[in-house]
């Protein structure tokens, strides 16, 4: 007995050891600098400090699951939010809890719902494209959602990522009664190829990750059937070969001028005509799934089977998709479907034995290779620095004059990308700008011109 009992403890320790590599556990951005949250309200545009914590505190792991305690709360910048919405991002104070091997569900898809559906490596809920808001056709308006009066007919249902852009911050998302969330892929708007939107214009701040076009993108969440997300850009080929492309959705705006009917034929209640204010794509059912052959375009689930850096024997995984503007792109990143089983959720408290990760020292290579960006140059009020992948740890950016004194610092947050300094007040001259991440360096020559 004693023999069986041994047995069993080597073969458990050895099921936790392996777990400890599966990127459920080890993906994660922890925060272990005590970094504070940060948000603008309407009108300062200087971020005001928070009490919460930002990013993820603790994974906890058995054989099967993996634990995510957040506050839900990115260490960019939030808000504000234009469109009168009252929250403030604040603490969910939430376990999430991931399957470590998750697995397609072989009956009927399972539709996306409204509220949480994912959480980004930030710790960030992930919904689906929906606000809660539809057309009424008994008052020929919006219902449901924010808007008072209730519910509209659900059968013409809002898309958030188009209805609710004019309240969404720099960084792309905006709370649900404190729940900061995204819809769509957490890039900042100003990075955008075509920028739809102004409010980083007047509220600057950044996101979890800077598209590249030419690297893999990271991996920045997982979905409740526990398969991960990319950004917008992967191995053209599902065997990891044919260089990098963008993954494209599927779903394409349908041909029609009046709302009677769906993509498959079937009649229901009206919906507005397409017009300025109601364009195509205004609403989820003005989209239709058509399938291709080419491997970059995405299936009815908007993603794929894929190599991965992450995965090199392969996996299913879902895309934040964008269009050739980097502007994001229906179903953004889940849906309208899951491909897997939804097993996983958000729970109260752990009810198996677990064990704590603890992650290694990460060395983020603050080299050339990282497509460090430092603009203008020469510059002569601002200068930015633009990371152009994403960072797992804070980086310390320091500016130096000529004569190596000190001159300004700040920090590039882990789980953010661009940094700033303000050099209204420095005198025109060379500089360097040093940024470390306590092992690795990378000085950057800029110039001051006033």
């Not at 023999?3 to 993906?27: D, E, M, R």
């Not at 994001?328 to 109260?348: C, I, N």
């Not at 947050?413 to 360096?441: C, P, W």
Request: aromatic fraction near 12%; include cysteine; charged fraction near 15%.
């Amino acid at each position: 007995m004693k023999k069986t009992v041994i047995l069993l403890s080597l073969v458990a320790s050895g099921i936790l050891v392996k777990a400890q590599t599966n990127p459920a556990i080890t993906s994660w951005l922890h925060n272990t600098n005590g970094t504070k949250g940060r948000h603008y309200v309407n009108g300062n545009f200087t971020p005001i400090n928070d009490n919460d914590s930002v990013n993820v505190q603790t994974v906890l792991y058995s054989a099967t699951w993996a634990y995510v305690r957040t506050k839900g709360i990115p260490s960019y910048v939030t808000g504000p939010y234009l469109d009168g919405n009252p929250s403030n991002a604040s603490n969910q104070n939430a376990i999430f809890k991931f399957p470590l091997n998750p697995v397609q569900n072989m009956g009927v898809p399972v539709n996306t719902t409204g509220g949480n559906i994912g959480v980004f490596i930030n710790g960030v809920a992930l919904f689906d494209y929906r606000d809660g808001v539809s057309w009424k056709d008994a008052t020929q308006a919006l219902a449901g959602g924010p808007i008072p009066g209730g519910p509209g007919d659900g059968v013409w249902n809002r898309d958030a990522v188009v209805g609710e852009r004019g309240g969404f911050d720099c960084s792309k998302g905006h709370p649900a009664m404190g729940n900061y969330h995204h819809h769509q892929n957490p890039s900042a708007f100003k990075l955008d190829l075509t920028v739809i939107s102004t409010i980083c214009s007047l509220y600057d701040a950044d996101g979890l990750y800077a598209i590249d076009s030419m690297q893999h993108s990271p991996l920045i969440g997982f979905t409740y059937d526990g398969f991960p997300i990319y950004g917008a850009y992967g191995y053209k080929n599902t065997n990891g070969t044919g260089g990098i492309v963008r993954m494209k959705s599927s779903y394409n705006k349908r041909n029609i001028n009046t709302r009677t009917q769906y993509a498959d034929g079937t009649i229901v209640t009206p919906g507005p005509a397409v017009n300025a204010t109601y364009p195509i794509g205004y609403f989820r059912e003005d989209y239709e799934y058509i399938p291709t052959v080419n491997p970059d375009y995405l299936d009815e689930h908007n993603g794929r089977f894929c190599v991965t850096p992450e995965y090199p024997s392969g996996i299913y995984c879902y895309f934040a998709t964008v269009d050739q503007n980097w502007n994001s792109a229906y179903p953004y990143v889940v849906g309208p479907t899951f491909y897997g089983v939804k097993s996983a959720a958000k729970v109260a408290s752990i009810g198996e034995a677990v064990s704590t990760y603890t992650p290694s020292s990460i060395s983020d290579n603050v080299n050339e290779k990282m497509n460090v960006t430092v603009f203008p140059n020469p510059a002569s009020d601002l200068v930015v620095i633009q990371l152009n992948h994403l960072t797992k740890q804070n980086i310390y950016v320091d500016l130096y004059d000529v004569k190596g004194q000190l001159v300004q610092n700040t920090i590039l947050y882990q789980g953010s990308t661009i940094a700033y300094f303000d050099t209204k007040t420095l005198y025109s001259g060379e500089y360097f700008i040093k940024m470390s991440n306590g092992t690795e360096v990378l000085n950057k020559r800029i110039s001051i011109v006033k």
